[in-house]
């Protein structure tokens, strides 16, 4: 049986919307669930709802990080703040994923210290679904490492396709570099120096892929740095909004238009489901030791419990072993990260490493937003 721990102090709704999202758990699905923040607060919105007990537990800490606290503030100042403490059962073996919303620094930084970095793997990155007209793809990484390395990018595809075969079910991903042009030629020096790596050592590489055809189909998995990722995640996110403001400015101006809104109310939200970042649930903190999904800080409990759902599926696809699999198939036959670097930018120094990366990157709060 998969047992999840739920950061209940993390979101911006805590402690009542991880509380819901944990009971429908219990109620659609085997799945065991441990909360963890302050005892007496989650005992008493549980005693608010009538909950029962069961494969409901609770593991109690006083400490939970605020929007003011840096994201390292849980390495020093609050040591057992409720993020940190879901991590840690996790790394204990006493839950087999953690899911929080909110502070994806925090997290990020928790679980690092928890969990560790899986053997071969440089940096972890934000995997996040994104909708297309059949299916998904994965963009990564989504704002964990907003200074990459060539060689980075190469294990951000690795680490998709993993994800893409285990989890969405992709038996050939297909992988494209994000740039601002088809022609391999394009991009920057990071993308024209990790397309040649690409091209030389990920089957299934199909090139460059422009923004406009960022949910066409034409790959399942989508690499970028954490800078470019975030800033795609958070323009897609507002062009949603404005489309549907100005939908309804649009429909509020006349009575006809009004009718046809409400002849075509499913259409609607048969759209608003497909498009709505609740429904896709978190994002992944890929390359851990361990199964971490991070939702948007403003998530609702639909949102936790989608989450909920595809933290399960990645514990029982063996997601984590099959990454460590992957990685150590590389190193034995020579392919892995451990080979000298391949480009002047290998070369290079590292950047700065974690947890000053997910302190800093624009990803501070939200699941990347």
Do not use: W
């Amino acid at each position: 049986m998969t047992t999840l721990a739920l950061d209940a102090m993390g979101g911006d709704f805590a402690p009542r919307v991880p509380v819901e999202a944990a009971l429908r758990v219990l109620r659609e699905t085997p799945c065991e669930i441990v909360l963890v923040g302050d005892g007496r607060t989650l005992e008493a919105e549980l005693r608010r709802r009538g909950a029962p007990v069961g494969r409901l537990h609770i593991e109690h800490t006083p400490e939970a990080l605020t929007a003011g606290d840096a994201p390292t503030a849980l390495l020093r100042e609050k040591p057992r703040a409720s993020v940190r403490m879901a991590c840690a059962l996790v790394a204990q073996g006493h839950a087999d994923a953690v899911i929080g919303a909110g502070h994806t620094g925090a997290l990020m930084v928790a679980a690092k210290h928890e969990l560790g970095t899986l053997p071969g793997i440089g940096r972890p990155a934000i995997a996040t679904p994104l909708p297309l007209r059949r299916g998904s793809s994965v963009l990564l990484d989504s704002g964990a490492n907003v200074d990459c390395k060539p060689h980075y990018l190469r294990q951000f595809a690795q680490m998709g396709q993993v994800y893409a075969r285990v989890v969405g079910g992709v038996s050939s991903p297909r992988v494209a570099l994000l740039s601002n042009g088809g022609e391999p030629g394009k991009g920057n020096e990071l993308v024209r120096q990790a397309y040649a790596l690409l091209e030389e050592s990920v089957p299934g590489f199909v090139g460059n892929l422009e923004g406009r055809d960022l949910f066409r189909g034409r790959a399942d998995v989508l690499v970028c740095d954490g800078f470019v990722g975030n800033l795609v995640l958070k323009t897609a996110e507002a062009a949603d909004v404005q489309m549907r403001l100005l939908m309804k400015e649009a429909i509020a101006r006349s009575p006809l238009a009004r009718l046809g809104a409400l002849l075509m109310r499913g259409v609607f939200l048969e759209l608003q489901r497909r498009t709505d970042y609740r429904e896709v649930g978190g994002s992944l903190l890929l390359g851990l030791n361990g199964v971490a999904l991070v939702c948007h800080g403003a998530s609702n409990a639909r949102t936790l419990f989608n989450a909920s759902l595809v933290a399960a599926r990645c514990v029982e696809g063996r997601l984590v072993p099959a990454l460590a699999a992957e990685f150590a198939r590389q190193a034995a036959t020579g392919e892995g990260p451990g080979e000298l670097p391949t480009t002047p930018a290998d070369a290079a120094p590292d950047p700065p490493a974690d947890p000053a990366d997910a302190a800093a990157g624009p990803a501070s709060r939200g699941g990347t937003g």
